[in-house]
């Protein structure tokens, strides 16, 4: 099972990037996804959380910013993030409980994306 991370790049402040995450591979059921990200010189922090039937949540400092939504069909979670700041400069991962089978399930991480919000 993989998780590929995509989208990041850099943008002015006020701007908009759309993350994806795919996941590939043995797949029997995905159940909750997430975005966390890691600022420069600080600890990873989640960002953003779906459930399998839709259900998102968000942390403080995007919550009105950015939407997270799936696609189950596809494997795939979104992140839609707008009014960027320069303090949501950071490397972006998504995660989420794969179940290769009806028994055994894992969280697995993507590689990282870079989002630079930067004039």
């Known amino acids: 099972v993989q998780l590929q991370a995509s989208g990041g790049g850099l943008v002015q402040p006020g701007g908009s990037l759309r993350l994806s995450c795919a996941a590939s591979?043995?797949?029997?059921?995905?159940?909750?996804m997430n975005w966390y990200r890691q600022p420069p010189g600080k600890q990873r922090e989640l960002v953003a959380a779906?459930?399998?039937?839709?259900?998102?949540r968000y942390t403080n400092p995007v919550e009105g910013r950015f939407t997270v939504s799936r696609v189950n069909a596809k494997n795939t979670m979104y992140l839609q993030m707008d009014s960027l700041k320069p303090e949501d400069t950071a490397v972006y991962y998504c995660?989420?409980?794969?179940?290769?089978?009806?028994?055994?399930?894992?969280?697995?991480w993507g590689q990282g994306t870079q989002v630079t919000v930067s004039s």
């Open positions: 779906i459930t399998r039937r839709g259900t998102a």
């Open positions: 591979g043995n797949i029997f059921r995905i159940e909750n």
């Open positions: 995660n989420a409980d794969i179940a290769t089978s009806p028994s055994d399930s894992w969280f697995y």
